[in-house]
């Protein structure tokens, strides 16, 4: 091929490189959306499962018939002694302080109940403005009122017979059961605990006094005041939600800081609060 064959074909190339007419190359295609993705479902928190003493109040509870424990719900207990409301119980302080030495199978197995740490009741709810409960729960708070009252009728057994440790430990118990039902979250629990509240209030000033030559010991005293600060200070008994029950929650709260005062005082002529 000569110079000028060669020549020609350079310029044919030329020509045929300028004839897009200077047009930018097309962009490429962009590429499809992706589909969008559906928002995470949250998944639903599981119902609260009951543990620790909420599983054994039940069947422990269940043993505290209204039979066995109705005179103990009118327990008169002061520095002269113990008895019975004569104008309600049906039976005298001796009858019912026999029936508490019987008893005392079902009293030691509610001390353990009540002296565990955990208690979380599963929730229960009843329908807007009901104000019937299930039966389940009717049945425990028989038990919660009935086992209060026992409990509370035996520390002053106790206490008078002696045992100050034994008296201690069952209004520590009363304190605790207390606790637990407070702040169960369960429908009507505070008018329950009220209930305790009211036994706490029975026992511990004369206790703290003294009966007849029967004191509590430090140590005594120690066992009833942890169990008592255990409480919520505002509201023991978890009544406050509103005007009217906020202010019963302040009358509670300065009953419960009247028997931390009680107990904190010692009695004349043993300092330090000791005991006999």
């Known amino acids: 091929m000569t110079a000028l064959h060669h020549a020609a074909l350079a310029l044919a190339i030329l020509a045929l490189a300028g004839c897009g007419g200077g047009e930018a190359a097309p962009a490429p295609a962009p590429a499809p959306a992706a589909a969008a993705q559906p928002a995470p479902v949250a998944a639903e928190a599981a119902p609260r499962a009951a543990s620790g003493a909420a599983l054994q109040y039940p ?6 018939t209204d039979a066995m424990c109705e005179d103990a719900r009118y327990l008169a207990f002061n520095t002269m002694g113990v008895s019975l409301s004569a104008s309600q119980a049906k039976g005298t302080w001796s009858t019912l302080s026999r029936s508490l030495e019987q008893a005392q199978p079902q009293i030691e197995a509610l001390l353990r109940v009540a002296e565990t740490k955990d208690c979380t009741f599963a929730p229960v709810t009843i329908e807007q403005g009901s104000r019937k409960l299930p039966p389940e729960l009717v049945e425990l708070f028989r038990g919660v009122r009935n086992g209060g009252a026992m409990l509370a009728a035996d520390a002053a057994r106790t206490y008078v017979a002696g045992d100050s440790a034994g008296a201690a430990r069952r209004v520590a118990a009363i304190a605790s059961m207390l606790r637990h039902i ?28 003294g009966v007849k030559g029967n004191t509590l010991t430090a140590a005594d005293r120690e066992t009833i005041l942890a169990a008592l600060n255990a409480l919520n200070a505002s509201d023991p008994c978890g009544v406050a939600d509103g005007a009217v029950n906020d202010a019963f929650a302040t009358k509670q709260a300065a009953a419960l800081a009247a028997l931390n005062v009680a107990l904190e005082k010692a009695p004349e002529g043993i300092p330090g609060g000791a005991g006999r």
């Not at 069947?59 to 505290?64: D, E, G, N, Q, Y």
């Open 59 to 64: 069947a422990v509870l269940a043993k505290f």
């Open 182 to 209: 407070a702040d169960s979250g369960l429908p009507k629990a505070p008018d329950f605990a009220s209930d305790l509240l009211s036994r706490l209030e029975i026992v511990v000033p004369p206790m703290a006094a």
